[in-house]
C-alpha cells in the first residue's frame, strides 16, 4: 500500500475528540486546550530490536504499547490526554497485514482512554520499523507534578506491582510465551486516572512512571529533587506470573522496566487504592544523597541503578 493509501486507510478508522479542532488532513492538526490549563506534551520511539521483536510480539501489541509508552508520560504529570501523533517508518516487505493490525491495537489504546490520533507521519525505513508517537496532555496552570517536589521525610509509593514485564523479556529469550500469563508486558495499562485522582487531591509531591525500572526512576526523582531514598525489599509489591503463577526475582521488581506503573512521594498517608489500582508504600525519602536497599533480615545495602538505560544495554 502507498503512502497516500495508508494515510486514507487510518483516517477512516479514526475518531475525532472535543480538544482536536482539526486532525488529519491539514498540514498540522489543530488543537484546543481548556482555559487555565498547561499543555503536556511527551514523545517515544518504539524501535524493532530495541523495544520489541517481531518474532515475541504480535503488531496489536505493539500498537497498544506504543501508544501506552505515551499515555504513561502523562499519567505521571497527573495530565489528561488531549491527542496523539504517530509517525511510523516501514522498511519495504512489511506486510499489509501486519501494518493494519498495529494499527487496530494502537486505536483500540487510543479508544480506550478517549485520546483522538489527530495526525503523524509515514515514511520508508532503511531498516527496521520505526514508530515515533507523540502526545499532548493538559494540566491545571501549575499543577503539574514534577519529578523535583520530593522532600526528606516523604513516603514513597507505587501503584501495582514490578518485574511482570522482565520476568516477561527473560521467559521470551528461552522461548515462547502465553501473553495472558505476562499481561503487565504485552498489554500494560497507562495509570491515567490514578496519576489524575493523585494530582487533583494534592497527595503527590513527584512522581515518575516506572518505564526504565525501579531503581533508575527512583534514581531521577531523587537527583531532581536533590535527596536520597530508603528502599524496603521487603515492601516492593512483586509481580505474579507465569503458569502456574510464581513471584518474580526481586532483581527484576528492583530494575526492570516496562511495568507503566507510578512511583511517587507523599507527605500524607495514601489509600490502599487508588482509582481501582493497589498502592504500595515502599520506603521514604531521606536527607542524605544516595539510595539505601534495606534487606528483609535487616542488613542495608547502597542501591545502585541498574535499569534500562540507552547506549548502555540492548536485547
Request: proline share 4%; net charge positive.
Amino acid at each position: 500500500m502507498g503512502e497516500k493509501s495508508l494515510i486514507e486507510l487510518i483516517r477512516r478508522r479514526v475518531r475525532g475528540g472535543s480538544a482536536v479542532v482539526a486532525g488529519i488532513g491539514d498540514d498540522c492538526a489543530v488543537l484546543r486546550v481548556p482555559a487555565a490549563h498547561d499543555l503536556l506534551v511527551t514523545t517515544d520511539f518504539t524501535l524493532e530490536n530495541v523495544h520489541f521483536r517481531r518474532e515475541w510480539h504480535p503488531p496489536e501489541v505493539v500498537g497498544w504499547r506504543c501508544l501506552t509508552r505515551g499515555l504513561s508520560d502523562i499519567a505521571a504529570m497527573g495530565g489528561k490526554p488531549r491527542a496523539a501523533f504517530l509517525s511510523l517508518a516501514l522498511e519495504r516487505g512489511v506486510p499489509q497485514k501486519w501494518v493494519d493490525r498495529f494499527v487496530a491495537g494502537l486505536l483500540e489504546a487510543a479508544d480506550e482512554f478517549r485520546v483522538p490520533l489527530a495526525g503523524g507521519d509515514t515514511a520508508q525505513s532503511a531498516g527496521g520499523i520505526q514508530a515515533d508517537v507523540v502526545v499532548v496532555g493538559s494540566v491545571p496552570k501549575g499543577k503539574a507534578v514534577l519529578r523535583s517536589g520530593a522532600r526528606p521525610g516523604d513516603q514513597i509509593y507505587v501503584t501495582g506491582e514490578l518485574g511482570g514485564s522482565a520476568a516477561a523479556i527473560a521467559r521470551l529469550r528461552e522461548g515462547k510465551v502465553r501473553a495472558a500469563d505476562y499481561e503487565r508486558h504485552f498489554h500494560p495499562r497507562a495509570r491515567v486516572e490514578a496519576g489524575q485522582w493523585l494530582r487533583r487531591r494534592g497527595l503527590a509531591s513527584a512522581m515518575i512512571d516506572v518505564s526504565d525500572g525501579l531503581s533508575t526512576d527512583l534514581e531521577h526523582i531523587c537527583e531532581e529533587s536533590g535527596v536520597g531514598a530508603v528502599v524496603e525489599a521487603g515492601a516492593i509489591p512483586r509481580a505474579r506470573v507465569g503458569h502456574p503463577t510464581k513471584e518474580v526475582a526481586l532483581d527484576l521488581a528492583l530494575h526492570g522496566g516496562e511495568d507503566y506503573e507510578l512511583l511517587f512521594t507523599s507527605s500524607q498517608k495514601i489509600p490502599a487504592k487508588v482509582a481501582g489500582v493497589p498502592v504500595t508504600r515502599i520506603g521514604r525519602i531521606a536527607r542524605r544523597r544516595g539510595m539505601v536497599l534495606v534487606l528483609e533480615d535487616g542488613r542495608r545495602r547502597r542501591l545502585v541503578a541498574r535499569g534500562w538505560e540507552h547506549f548502555k544495554g540492548n536485547w
